[in-house]
Structures are given as structure tokens and as C-alpha cells.
């Protein structure tokens, strides 16, 4: 076996540290790989899509630090021995996480010392999620803290969290890069607004809706938050914002339609609840943009985005708004496949939206041969097989030709909103997914 550099292998695998199955097998090589792969799982142990709940062995390293006299109070099975000082690579909690695997024990104080012993031993925090925390704030509260919070790289929290909580953090953390939130309830957090604000290299933020009551919601929910974020928009590469309620009566007037065009520096855009209309949004010019997912947006808007971008999209997943059976839709969406052929030779997932010509099928089909990295595909196709069901089956049988002869070998993904019986006659036994256009989703 070749004897790797330390740091040539530390290298190595850095670029599996969201490949936990490529990790779990370096375990098993000899004891250099296996530290070095140790290091890296317990960096942020609570990320990896497991079920935590029934990973006695996670739990069973923890519990092995706990002092001699809490050894009573654990279950048989956790039995109190570790190879490595696992605990000395962590640089992550996730408080929703330990509770999960701490939910078989059923003393709450064998809980909290688990809790408070990983924040204990993770000296250097860099990933904190809060969700789930309850009131107990104790734990990170300042100024003992104050090392252990400043090297905070991401936070997660939710908005129920008391305000006051967000306002002192944020007098020691200034340099969140992923900031991510999910909105509890339908009041305005004061205390996270503050920590937008604060915050000197911001690349990462999401936001997320997650309640139920929209009767009482207030009309500004997002204004604060957006504002604070129009501040930060020299340093934001990624916005995702998943809004829960959408007042269409004041669309027109929202903040959000002045602020996108400042964002410059995006990476990525994702956007629910908003209709993108060519008349309210600006120009905007995302030289960098990978990632467009925006649920509703007009052709023209994203044939803007497009044409405006780098050469760098990757993915334009949108379900496309205001498009009607008529010259003026046909032509924008003939515009649209064109703009993407010349502007997105790095795309690997699309959905698109034209009627059944022959000549968009055959710009349709340029694109395919212009685009091999393609890998998902959607397409809202407009046909009216009702009215011609010959013509439907003759389009039908025309868009298989198309991608058995010119879709990428990599395209293994492919779904046809068009469920009418040509399509579906046509189609589905070459094992193309159909979809009903009134129930689109990615």
C-alpha cells in the first residue's frame, strides 16, 4: 500500500467529509487512516443523513466521558470505552440531534450532562444548531462563552428563541458565514434582525417558514429581515428564502422586488411565494450565479437572469408564470432555450416550458447536444391532445425521437408535465415519468 504524506491524505479525505459511507471504510485501513477519518466524522457528527436514534455507538462514546460517578445511572449497554479522544475533534452541536439519541435514556438529568459535557469538551464551536434548545439559554451564555462562541462558522436557530439571547451573541459573533432560520411563529425577532446586522462575512442564508397561524400575520413579517439583508448583499453568495405566506394584494410593493438586483455576488438564489414579473423587477446581473429555484417567474425575468449571468448555471429549476397559447409566449420561450444554449453550457438540471412546434422541438434539440452535462430534465409541454389527439401522438412520438437520439448519456432523469393520453401512450412505457401541469413541484 502507498504510504501517504499526513497531510497529503488529510487532503484527501476532506473531499469525502459529506461521504460518510467513503469515511466509514477508511476506518478500516490502519490506524493513521482511520485517526484521520475520525477527525473529520466527529468535526460535525450530527450532519449525515442517519438514523440517529438507533446509533448506540455514538452515544456510547459519549457517555465514556462522563465522570465515574454518573456511570450508575447509564443503561447496561453503554459501556464506558473509546479507542480515540473522539471528543477532542468535535467543533459541533446539534441540540436537536443529542436529544434524539438521548431519548432512549429516560433521566433528565443523565440529559443535561451529556449536553452540558459536549459543550464542555467541543472547545472551539464552529456549527451550532439550536432548534429544539427549549428556554435553557444558560449554556452559551456570555461572557464564559465568549472563546467557545467567537469561532462560530454556522448557526442554525429559531425564531422563538428570546431576542435578548440573539443580541448578546451577536456582540461577540461578527463572522457567521451560514446563517440559517426557521421562523417559529408569526412575530418579528428583534434579536436575529440585530445579528444580521452585525455579521462582517455573511455567505450563507436561509430562511424558513415553519407555523401555522395565518390569520394573524403581520403584512412587514419579512421587511426587517430583507433590509437587513439588502446591508449584507456584498457578501451573500447564497439566498434561499422559503416564505409560508404571501400577501398577493401588496405584492407589487415589496421589498424583496427592490432588493434582489443588489444581491451581485450570487451563488445561488432560491425563492418561493414571489411572482418575478418583468414589469416590477430590474435588471439584474448575477455574473456568478450556479443555482436559479424559483417557484414562480416570468419568461421574460428568466430570460434575463440568463442572458445577464457568467457562462456558470448549473441548475434552473422554476415554474414559469404568465404563459399563454399565443405568438408572444412562443416566441419568449424560443428565446429562452436559445439564451440557455449560449449562456449555460454547465447545466445539469433544467425545466423548461414551450409548446409542441417543430420549431422548438428542433431548438429543444440543439440544446440537448449543447448541453451534455444535463443530468434532470423537466419539461411543461404545451399540447392540447384533446382538441387533435393525432397530432398529440405525432408530438408525442416526435419528443422520444428527440431524446433517444440527442439527450446526453449522463440525462437519467427526465419528467414530462403533459398527462393526456397521447403522451401517456407514447412515453410512459419508454420509462418517462408524467406529471399532471397543475400539480408541478421539483
Not at 441540540?95 to 440529559?111: A, H, V
Request: hydrophobic fraction near 40%; charge should be negative; proline fraction near 4%.
Amino acid at each position: 500500500m502507498v504510504n501517504y504524506n499526513s497531510d497529503i491524505l488529510l487532503y484527501i479525505l476532506e473531499e469525502l467529509q459529506y461521504d460518510p459511507m467513503a469515511l466509514f471504510s477508511c476506518l478500516l485501513v490502519n490506524r493513521l487512516w482511520c485517526e484521520m477519518a475520525i477527525s473529520i466524522l466527529w468535526r460535525n457528527p450530527w450532519q449525515y443523513k442517519i438514523d440517529y436514534r438507533n446509533k448506540n455507538s455514538l452515544l456510547n462514546v459519549i457517555c465514556s466521558y462522563l465522570p465515574k460517578d454518573i456511570e450508575p445511572l447509564l443503561p447496561s449497554h453503554l459501556l464506558p470505552s473509546r479507542s480515540f479522544n473522539y471528543m477532542s475533534f468535535c467543533k459541533s452541536i446539534n441540540i436537536e440531534i443529542i436529544k434524539d439519541i438521548t431519548f432512549m435514556i429516560k433521566s433528565t438529568l443523565l440529559q443535561e450532562k451529556i449536553r452540558d459535557l459536549l459543550i464542555e469538551k467541543c472547545t472551539k464551536l464552529n456549527y451550532l444548531n439550536m432548534i429544539s434548545i427549549d428556554s435553557n439559554l444558560s449554556l452559551f451564555q456570555l461572557p464564559k462563552n465568549k472563546t467557545f462562541l467567537a469561532s462560530l462558522y454556522e448557526l442554525t436557530c429559531g425564531t422563538s428563541t428570546c431576542p435578548s439571547f440573539f443580541r448578546n451573541i451577536a456582540l461577540v459573533i461578527q463572522n457567521i458565514q451560514r446563517l440559517i432560520i426557521i421562523n417559529e411563529n408569526n412575530e418579528i425577532n428583534k434579536g436575529i434582525i440585530e445579528l444580521i446586522n452585525v455579521q462582517k462575512n455573511l455567505r450563507y442564508f436561509e430562511w424558513k417558514d415553519d407555523f401555522e397561524d395565518e390569520y394573524d400575520i403581520k403584512y412587514d413579517l419579512y421587511d426587517e429581515m430583507l433590509v437587513a439583508l439588502q446591508r449584507r448583499s456584498e457578501t451573500i453568495f447564497h439566498l434561499i428564502l422559503y416564505f409560508q405566506f404571501f400577501n398577493y394584494e401588496e405584492c407589487h410593493d415589496h421589498k424583496i422586488f427592490d432588493i434582489l438586483p443588489r444581491f451581485l455576488k450570487l451563488k445561488t438564489l432560491t425563492l418561493n411565494k414571489y411572482y418575478l414579473e418583468s414589469g416590477r423587477v430590474l435588471p439584474i446581473y448575477y455574473n456568478n450565479l450556479e443555482i436559479l429555484h424559483i417557484d414562480d417567474i416570468a419568461i421574460n425575468v428568466a430570460i434575463n437572469i440568463v442572458t445577464n449571468s457568467g457562462g456558470n448555471i448549473r441548475e434552473i429549476l422554476s415554474n414559469y408564470k404568465g404563459y399563454y397559447d399565443d405568438e408572444n409566449s412562443a416566441k419568449n420561450t424560443l428565446l429562452l432555450i436559445s439564451s440557455i444554449i449560449k449562456k449555460c453550457p454547465l447545466i445539469k438540471a433544467l425545466s423548461l416550458i414551450f409548446p409542441s412546434t417543430k420549431l422548438h422541438f428542433v431548438e429543444f434539440e440543439t440544446l440537448l447536444k449543447s448541453c451534455q452535462n444535463l443530468k434532470k430534465l423537466v419539461l411543461i409541454i404545451d399540447d392540447d391532445c384533446n382538441e387533435n389527439y393525432e397530432r398529440g401522438l405525432e408530438n408525442a412520438k416526435e419528443l422520444l425521437e428527440i431524446l433517444n437520439r440527442s439527450a446526453p448519456t449522463g440525462l437519467i432523469d427526465i419528467k414530462v408535465y403533459n398527462n393526456s393520453e397521447p403522451y401517456l401512450e407514447i412515453l410512459e412505457p419508454n420509462n418517462i415519468r408524467l406529471g399532471d401541469p397543475e400539480d408541478l413541484h421539483y
